[in-house]
């Protein structure tokens, strides 16, 4: 098989998605793609870019596992967006992205390297793919795809510290969430 970037991207992702972001050195992420740490160079530039490209490639998958997730019906309300969008994010088979997410978040906050340009890059594709699910008749998508994410990361990442009930109380309180 010839390696190029679209090869290697899916072989990359796996490993990232098993091990985080913490061991992604050159090497093992050159092992798990079956080459060498120089290949990955060359085909990437650097280390900074294989990241931002890797990240990017991941967000696309994770946007492409929620439309699989959520196909069928068309929401009829930002309430049933948020609903159906919380009940994918917490299933066993999401929880490597939501991993990596934090992982994201936390290296974006320590100044990584490649980080915080990831991260501003899936953020605005996983918001222009939110604003494509608001309902038809929403009177503002762009604002109601920003007031939802908020929602989704502030439940995510209260569930993902074992505070699920504190995500569901304070969404059941500001009538977002029917009991």
């Known amino acids: 098989m010839q390696l190029s970037r679209e090869t290697l991207l899916p072989k990359l992702a796996a490993h990232v998605l098993e091990h985080g972001l913490g061991g992604a050195s050159l090497r093992p992420l050159a092992k798990a793609a079956g080459t060498s740490d120089r290949m990955l160079i060359y085909h990437f530039g650097n280390?900074?870019?294989?990241?931002?490209?890797?990240?990017?490639?991941?967000?696309?998958?994770?946007?492409?596992?929620?439309?699989?997730?959520?196909?069928?019906?068309?929401?009829?309300?930002?309430?049933?967006?948020?609903?159906?969008?919380?009940?994918?994010?917490?299933?066993?088979?999401?929880?490597a992205f939501l991993v990596l997410w934090w992982d994201i978040v936390a290296g974006s906050a320590r100044g990584v390297p490649g980080y915080?340009?990831?991260?501003?890059?899936?953020?605005?594709?996983?918001?222009?793919?939110?604003?494509?699910?608001?309902?038809?008749?929403?009177?503002?998508?762009?604002?109601?795809?920003?007031?939802?994410?908020?929602?989704i990361e502030g439940a995510l990442m209260l569930a993902a510290v074992g505070?699920?009930?504190?995500?569901?109380?304070?969404?059941?309180?500001?009538?977002?969430?029917?009991?």
Do not use: F, N
């Not at 967000?59 to 049933?80: C, H």
């Not at 604003?131 to 604002?143: F, H, I, L, V």
């Open 47 to 95: 280390k900074e870019t294989l990241i931002v490209e890797l990240l990017g490639y991941l967000a696309a998958l994770y946007s492409a596992a929620l439309d699989t997730a959520l196909a069928g019906e068309p929401v009829t309300s930002r309430q049933e967006c948020l609903t159906r969008i919380l009940a994918e994010g917490t299933k066993p088979e999401m929880q």
């Open 116 to 151: 915080r340009d990831a991260a501003r890059q899936m953020m605005a594709r996983l918001l222009a793919w939110l604003e494509g699910q608001m309902p038809a008749d929403d009177p503002d998508p762009a604002g109601g795809a920003r007031y939802l994410m908020t929602l």
């Open 163 to 179: 505070h699920e009930d504190t995500a569901q109380q304070g969404l059941l309180a500001g009538g977002l969430l029917q009991a």
